[in-house]
């Protein structure tokens, strides 16, 4: 089970990370800020299709073609949490040197009204929010959360068997 884990949340971990500096040199440079926040969303999605993915690899190879609920929720938690520590240590390394170049970047798409609304709305929040390690529990967050859905789903859907947990 731990080499499952392991390996599909690599796997996962290595996928975002790929996909985002795709998204960042690519899509965002050339096709702005709505294409790349719905890519942001869409490479955390496929980067934690790694979670059914290994249920399914753990169950038909590993596990004799049983895998119970409970086994499908461990494997798939862990997978998630692997995923999301390396999408959240990107995160803080991405904001960490490219911070002010991202905050930049992204006032380009505001309108003036925009750009003042939005400056507002920074003021009056605390200071910590731009900090890089805030964003990157803010991605690891997200990730868990999106993860734990795909979990609940997956580990329904691919169940079968009557094993006893492990």
Partial sequence: MRKTVFGYGMAGGVISIMLAMINWH???????YDASQVAGYVSIFIALLCIPLGLRYFRDTTNIGQL????????????????????????????????????????KYF???ELVEAQQQLDQMPEFVMDPWFQGLLMFVIVILM????????????????????
């Fill in 68 to 107: 119970t609920f409970v086994q499908g929720l461990k494997i798939g938690i862990g997978i998630t949490s692997i995923t999301a520590l390396i999408m959240g240590l990107y995160s803080v390394g991405f904001f960490q040197f490219s911070g002010e170049v991202f905050q930049e970047w992204r006032k």
């Fill in 111 to 113: 309108t003036a009204d």
């Fill in 26 to 32: 690519l899509i965002a440079r050339n096709l702005g």
């Fill in 147 to 166: 993860g734990s859905i795909i979990t609940l789903i997956s580990a329904l859907i691919l169940k079968r068997g009557s094993v006893t947990s492990t």
